[in-house]
């Protein structure tokens, strides 16, 4: 059974930085595709970033310059460097990958969530 597993998430003062990270466990063939997403409560998911497995990357504007993410493909793991930590950046955060398993079956993997909550 393929699962992602997150951590990292807490409180943390506005201006504070936190590192989140989430690793692909299982029989995986491959991962394209991870990133990160959050729900702010009464709102919608949304993507915060993504990576490839090359290292291109793709951030929301609101994030741009603030965090990093980046992957480790020996470890199935990626990484979310939040800096310059915001209220509004207050939300669960999901790992997501895009992966093929050893029986060459795709699969879209979502993690349970980590909740970040940046206190003013």
């Known amino acids: 059974q393929v699962q992602l597993v997150e951590s990292g998430g807490g409180l943390v003062e506005a201006g504070g930085s936190l590192r989140l990270s989430c690793a692909a466990s299982?029989?995986?063939?491959?991962?394209?595709?991870m990133g990160w997403y959050r729900q702010a409560p009464g709102k919608q998911r949304e993507l915060v970033a993504k990576?490839?497995?090359?290292?291109?990357?793709n951030y929301a504007d609101s994030v741009k310059g603030r965090f990093a993410i980046s992957r480790d493909n020996a470890k199935n793991t990626v990484y979310l460097q939040m800096n310059g930590l915001k209220p509004e950046d207050t939300a669960v955060y999901y790992c997501n990958a895009n992966l093929y398993d050893r029986l060459d079956f795709y699969m879209n993997l979502w993690g349970k969530g980590t909740l970040v909550t940046v206190s003013s």
């Open positions: 299982g029989s995986i063939f491959s991962i394209t595709v």
């Open positions: 990576i490839t497995g090359g290292g291109s990357t």
